[in-house]
């Protein structure tokens, strides 16, 4: 089957007679655990929960790929998801490569926290596999292509075969493009981690996140994280991802197209001064991403003259909802300098592209540049 036909169909019960077509939301803390707790499927919400279960193997399926199962985890957020790999595996003396434009979240948890603790953090940009010259000794590689908010691309397969020469795990943050778009347990990473907050799920209505593998003990020790931290995702947040899955495809398919559109328009506006989208044959790791991407994702990034020109292109705009995160059904849209923590100019601004139509979009975008 194709992927769209099994990502919904993973969404559905089994075909018993009288029984719902899809399953609801289980709401329990302790369940009935006579006897042996090893022999019962559920015993303590804390470590499982059956609406957990559905969610996960649906989750788990998209990430499965050619001769291999994935299983999945799921989290109460994608920072949540995050931390389980960060404290999963490292240990005070260890080392990890980040991303230097990584997602901001991620590099304070990485030199705010597990830093104090002992864990050398060293960064190095995404573009140009540079981090794969800071290999020697760690103990995680963490990737993220597109990167953040700059949209940088690297090669995973590449990346994931020198690390593992040098002894590394590799974790990719898979946020932006979702299992649907990019694969990364296929390009020979250990970890497929998201906030499936944003496209996976896309109503901007749940946070929640979840972490992939393939190796079983790799598996056990996220369990055991999740379990001890408490990091639970609610019984209602994951039958709302699992509805919302079910669109995945049609909704990715669409936002892709459009944030195509809106890229290549951009690319003729005098008042843009970079265009920021792997999908572009001009950004530089197009090849790259064609190679290793089935959709290059929602999520642009441009550049207009400064601060006070972006924010008049933000308020003139009448479709371009200015509100952080991304991957929703409504196109949104940020001055992304405002918060700081990134290297980019007053005038950034990242555009998330919905499901509208495109016509409407290019239109509302145009009359916004052109606004004075």
């Known amino acids: 089957m194709h992927e769209a036909t099994k990502i919904i ?16 939301p289980v709401f329990a803390a302790p369940y009935h ?29 998209m990430e499965s790929g050619e001769g291999y199962r994935a299983s ?49 953090v060293r960064l190095a940009p995404t573009a140009n596999n ?25 090669d995973i397969a590449a990346l994931a075969e020198a690390a593992h020469k040098a002894g590394a795990l590799v974790a990719v943050d898979n946020t932006t493009p979702t299992p649907l778009g990019q694969r990364p347990l296929s390009l020979g990473a250990d970890f497929s981690v998201a906030s499936d907050t944003k496209a996976m799920t896309g109503h901007s209505d749940i946070l929640l996140g979840h972490v992939a593998m393939r190796d079983l003990e790799l598996r056990q020790k996220i369990d055991q994280w999740r379990t001890l931290t408490g990091a639970a995702l609610g019984p209602m947040e994951a039958w709302l991802a699992l509805r919302s899955i079910a669109t995945l495809p049609l909704r990715l398919e669409r936002s892709c197209q459009n944030a195509q559109r809106i890229a290549e328009f951009l690319t003729t506006r005098p008042e843009v001064s970079q265009v920021l989208y ?5 950004h530089p790791g197009h090849e790259i ?84």
């Open 33 to 61: 655990a006579p006897g042996d707790p090893s022999a019962i499927p559920y015993t303590y919400a804390r470590s499982h929960n059956p609406t957990w279960t559905h969610l996960e193997k649906s989750i788990a399926q």
């Open 289 to 372: 991403a064609v190679k290793q991407m089935q959709y290059f994702g929602p999520v642009l990034s441009f550049v207009l003259r400064d601060k006070a020109a972006a924010e008049n292109f933000l308020a003139k705009s009448q479709l371009l909802t200015d509100a952080t995160s991304f991957g929703g059904i409504t196109s949104s849209a940020e001055r992304r300098a405002r918060w700081g923590g990134d290297q980019i100019a007053e005038g950034f601004i990242r555009l998330s592209a919905g499901c509208e139509n495109i016509d409407d979009l290019l239109a509302d975008i145009a009359q916004a540049l052109d606004a004075k």
């Open 9 to 24: 169909r993973s969404t559905l019960t089994r075909a018993d007679a009288g029984e719902p077509l899809h399953a609801g």
């Open 130 to 154: 540079a981090q794969a010259e800071l290999l020697e000794g760690a103990k995680l590689l963490w990737i993220e292509t597109p990167s953040n908010p700059t949209m940088d691309v690297c």
């Open 72 to 120: 999945a985890l799921v989290f109460a957020s994608g920072m949540a998801a995050c931390a389980a790999v960060f404290g999963a595996i490292l240990r005070p003396g260890d080392e990890v490569v980040l991303p230097s434009n990584a997602y901001y979240a991620a590099r304070v948890l990485a030199q705010e926290y597990f830093a104090k603790m002992g864990v050398e």
């Open 278 to 282: 792997p999908g572009l044959p001009t």
